[in-house]
């Protein structure tokens, strides 16, 4: 199926535009109380471009969102090898993970987009055969957009589908380190030196980590050996529990002048949290390269390298036939 971009959302609403390249979120139109309407995630000036530029703009990924370290894991006894492609471990499903496939359209109208995808038997090194979907769906009355994430398996297999927005709530390419941001968690999964968690669930209290209460961006990042580790924020916030059952924001976001906000809901149990550490290897609309920390992704998933942590991988994270994939994300927009 040919690559296009569907728009979804009204003309005085929130408006979006969605491509089944990569199930990408290529635009995302916030409507503001003067009539304008302003843009809140990062991307590229075409389709074409999102096609070439480095990065997961907007992308869903999987078949396992984040790293699974060494590139292996094991289930019911059995070790699969995947396709190693950060170093000796993998990143968001390999490289040819589900953000560089062309998805199917299954449906399609004015307010949402579904999508779907196979991936065969043995795809990057996962057993069995995957069929997963994606829907866009825009609420108009409240400017808030709805991701479901699902899968059906073969054969017993760690999947953990997200979408890869950069944010970047003032309308441009400025730095977001102004922006606040809370995280409704009081704990984190320290990483090692090639970003794989140790293991441990560490408590944010008197680190960088905590941002139970609202907080600039730029105010912890760079701090402490983790920050340097991930030159940034690149790590995974363990959600306190009301959060990762969706009854409260698992994160809210500001913009630096205060006049658009986003509220993330989730029933994911875990949230990436990356400070666009190097999205100046990429150009933004203007074929510009944007400045390092233009913005900041927020992943809703299951633990990176769960599968190798069996007290994590009662979280879910592995699909079995007859148990399929069912999670969502939810973004709400609030314009003053």
């Known amino acids: 199926m040919k690559a296009q971009v569907y728009r979804l959302g009204a003309a005085g609403g929130l408006q979006l535009e969605v491509s089944n390249y990569g199930a990408r979120w290529l635009s995302c139109l916030v409507p503001m109380p003067d009539g304008s309407h302003r843009e809140a995630i990062l991307g590229h000036a075409t389709l074409a471009d999102h096609m070439r530029e480095p990065g997961f703009f907007g992308a869903v990924v999987g078949r396992y969102a984040n790293r699974i370290g060494g590139a292996a894991f094991t289930i019911d006894g059995n070790e699969h090898r995947l396709a190693a492609n950060e170093g000796s471990n993998q990143l968001h499903g390999g490289s040819e993970g589900f953000d560089r ?55 017993p297999c760690p999947v953990s589908l997200t979408s890869h927005p950069y944010f970047n709530l003032e309308g441009g390419t400025t730095p977001v380190l102004g922006h606040r941001l809370r995280v409704a968690a ?78 993330l809901f989730t029933d994911y149990p875990g949230l990436q949290v990356c400070s666009g550490n190097f999205v100046q290897n990429s150009r933004g609309r203007d074929g510009l390269p ?47």
């Open 186 to 263: 009081s704990q984190m999964l320290p990483v090692r030196a090639d970003m794989i968690p140790t293991g441990e669930l560490a408590a944010v209290d008197g680190t960088p980590f905590d941002l139970r209460r609202a907080r600039r961006i730029g105010d912890g990042l760079g701090q402490g050996e983790q920050q340097q580790r991930g030159s940034g924020y690149d790590h995974c916030f363990a959600l306190d529990a009301a959060a990762a059952r969706g009854e409260v924001a698992a994160a809210e976001l500001a913009s630096t002048d205060g006049r658009l906000a986003l509220r």
């Open 101 to 155: 496939r062309t998805w199917t359209v299954i449906d399609h109208g004015p307010l949402h987009l579904r999508l779907a995808l196979h991936s065969p038997d043995g795809d990057q090194g996962y057993p069995g055969a995957v069929d997963a979907e994606v829907e866009y769906r825009v609420d108009l009355a409240r400017a808030a957009v709805t991701l479901r994430f699902d899968a059906r398996t073969t054969a």
């Open 290 to 336: 944007l400045q390092r920390h233009a913005g900041i992704a927020l992943e809703p998933q299951f633990f990176p390298d769960a599968p190798n942590h069996p007290a994590w991988r009662e979280q879910g994270c592995v699909v079995r036939p007859g148990q399929p994939l069912s999670r969502w994300l939810r973004l709400e927009f609030d314009a003053r």
